[in-house]
């Protein structure tokens, strides 16, 4: 059996490494020139540590983590607000979490294919012939590959899903914020934040701050604005959308790289009634994007590219796998993006009652008889257990 898929991020390499292992012929397609350098920092708790265990990730997720040790609030003058201890979470979500940048998790998932993957960098779709015997790709290069399954693990925008679905418009629920990452090079703030993820305690827009091992500092920010289209220059858009926030801030905004080093897009989520069409099928945000507030994408992105693989494995007839597929994984997705539709006007207020109450509410986490219930909350407590997942070693 052989399947192309398209989109080398975590559930593309992830569904990769997988189909490889159960004797899949697979390859993988990849718009950019080469392996993402753009990303924020991510929780792995230990139902997906249970996934990387059985993928064999998990000595070298180890090896890649960050030692965060807290969360804090910050104000405009440096004084915290708030904060919880990542102990917390850690316990709630059933284990210690690990912490570290998507482009590292990237690197692991690349590091652990084997040499029977084929993949490819600066290379996409151009068409697809999709019927009930396969598929056929034709590709940028003029060259075709023909598969028994096409996979779209493209990502929020997924290319794949505008050739089998049509426009992204009818199945994108824009949820009223814009996001942006970098990494910029500041010893100074990166001596200020000791280990800890600092969150700025402002109305309408925030930015946290993680420093890395090679002495930068990761940056994200997210905004209110009630319109989804992105600027023709993101930089210069966070200049101005960030601008008069303090602590570290101004420092961030003065070291902020080029557009070409910003990550920068919607917080949006995907709703679609259906996945798979003929050998067609989509994974990750291209079908289940529950959106940034969840902060749990790289968990269910995982998560559903080994319940796909599984499925392909344990099922004679592919049309019967991505079924079961959806069976499965389609429920857990739809009550992930009802709770973060319901919880967002919390992620960054826009009112100061709202701004004060979420500040009480980080530090009533601290207090030892609602622990658990607080630490659920950042981790994500339903993220899917193994048993929900079927994630099994071949």
Same mark, same amino acid.
């Given at each position: #059996?052989?399947?192309?898929?398209?989109?080398?991020?975590?559930?593309?390499?992830?569904?990769?490494?997988?189909?490889?292992? @159960?004797?899949?012929?697979?390859?993988?397609?990849?718009?950019?020139?080469?392996?993402?350098?753009?990303?924020?920092?991510?929780?792995?708790?230990?139902? &997906?540590?249970?996934? $990387?265990?059985? #993928?064999?990730?998990?000595?070298?997720?180890?090896?890649?983590?960050? !030692?965060?040790?807290?969360?804090?609030?910050?104000?405009?003058?440096?004084?915290?607000?708030?904060?919880?201890?990542?102990?917390?979470?850690?316990?709630?979500?059933?284990? *210690?979490?690990?912490?570290?940048?998507? !482009? /590292?998790?990237?690197?692991?998932?690349?590091?652990?294919?084997?040499?029977?993957?084929?993949?490819?960098?600066?290379?996409?779709?151009?068409?697809? /012939?999709?019927?009930?015997?396969?598929?056929?790709?034709?590709?940028?290069?003029?060259?075709? &590959?023909?598969?028994?399954?096409?996979?779209?693990?493209?990502?929020?925008? =997924?290319? &794949?899903?505008? #050739?089998?679905?049509?426009?992204?418009?009818?199945?994108?629920?824009?949820?009223?914020?814009?996001?942006?990452?970098?990494?910029?090079?500041?010893?100074?703030?990166?001596?200020?934040?000791?280990?800890?993820?600092?969150?700025?305690?402002?109305?309408?827009? *925030?930015?946290?701050?993680?420093?890395?091992?090679?002495?930068?500092?990761?940056?994200?920010?997210?905004?209110?604005?009630?319109? !989804? +289209?992105?600027?023709?220059?993101?930089?210069?858009?966070?200049?101005?959308?960030?601008?008069?926030?303090?602590?570290?801030?101004?420092?961030?905004?003065?070291?902020?790289? =080029?557009?070409?080093?910003?990550?920068?897009? *919607?917080?949006?989520?995907?709703?679609?009634?259906?996945? =798979?069409?003929?050998? &067609?099928?989509?994974?990750?945000?291209?079908?289940?994007?529950?959106?940034?507030?969840?902060?749990?994408?790289?968990?269910?992105?995982?998560?559903?590219?080994?319940?796909? $693989?599984? *499925?392909?494995?344990?099922?004679?007839?592919?049309?019967? $796998?991505?079924?079961?597929?959806?069976?499965?994984?389609?429920?857990?997705? +739809?009550?992930?993006?009802?709770?973060?539709?319901?919880?967002?006007?919390? @992620?960054?207020?826009?009112?100061?009652?709202?701004?004060?109450?979420?500040?009480?509410?980080?530090?009533?986490?601290?207090?030892?008889?609602?622990?658990?219930?607080?630490?659920?909350?950042?981790?994500?407590?339903?993220? !899917?257990? =193994? +048993?929900?997942?079927?994630?099994?070693?071949?």
């Amino acid at each position: #059996m052989k399947a192309v898929i398209c989109g080398a991020g975590i559930a593309g390499l992830a569904l990769a490494q997988r189909l490889d292992t @159960f004797g899949w012929e697979v390859v993988v397609l990849e718009t950019a020139p080469g392996p993402s350098t753009h990303g924020y920092m991510i929780d792995l708790s230990g139902p &997906v540590q249970d996934a $990387a265990g059985a #993928m064999g990730l998990l000595p070298r997720l180890r090896q890649l983590t960050y !030692p965060v040790r807290e969360a804090v609030s910050i104000d405009h003058s440096g004084q915290i607000r708030a904060l919880l201890t990542y102990e917390q979470p850690g316990k709630a979500a059933g284990g *210690q979490l690990l912490s570290l940048m998507r !482009p /590292d998790l990237e690197q692991a998932l690349r590091e652990s294919l084997s040499h029977r993957v084929d993949l490819r960098f600066a290379t996409s779709l151009v068409h697809i /012939d999709n019927d009930v015997t396969g598929i056929r790709a034709i590709l940028t290069d003029h060259s075709s &590959v023909g598969a028994d399954l096409l996979v779209g693990a493209d990502g929020l925008h =997924s290319t &794949v899903r505008s #050739m089998a679905y049509g426009d992204e418009a009818r199945y994108l629920r824009y949820l009223g914020f814009h996001t942006a990452a970098f990494v910029f090079d500041a010893p100074d703030v990166h001596a200020r934040l000791r280990n800890r993820f600092c969150l700025t305690d402002t109305l309408g827009r *925030q930015m946290g701050f993680y420093g890395l091992r090679n002495g930068k500092v990761a940056a994200l920010a997210v905004h209110r604005t009630p319109d !989804p +289209a992105l600027p023709d220059d993101v930089r210069a858009a966070l200049l101005r959308e960030y601008s008069g926030l303090g602590w570290v801030t101004p420092r961030a905004l003065e070291r902020c790289p =080029s557009a070409d080093h910003i990550y920068y897009d *919607q917080v949006a989520q995907i709703e679609l009634p259906q996945w =798979s069409r003929g050998r &067609v099928t989509l994974v990750g945000d291209a079908c289940q994007a529950v959106s940034l507030l969840a902060g749990q994408g790289a968990a269910l992105g995982m998560a559903g590219a080994c319940i796909l $693989a599984d *499925q392909l494995h344990r099922t004679d007839s592919v049309e019967a $796998a991505l079924r079961r597929y959806e069976r499965i994984w389609q429920p857990v997705i +739809a009550d992930e993006q009802r709770t973060v539709r319901e919880a967002a006007r919390w @992620f960054v207020p826009d009112a100061a009652w709202q701004l004060h109450f979420r500040s009480g509410d980080l530090k009533a986490g601290s207090r030892s008889g609602i622990n658990h219930y607080r630490g659920a909350a950042l981790a994500g407590e339903s993220t !899917p257990t =193994s +048993a929900e997942t079927g994630i099994r070693k071949p």
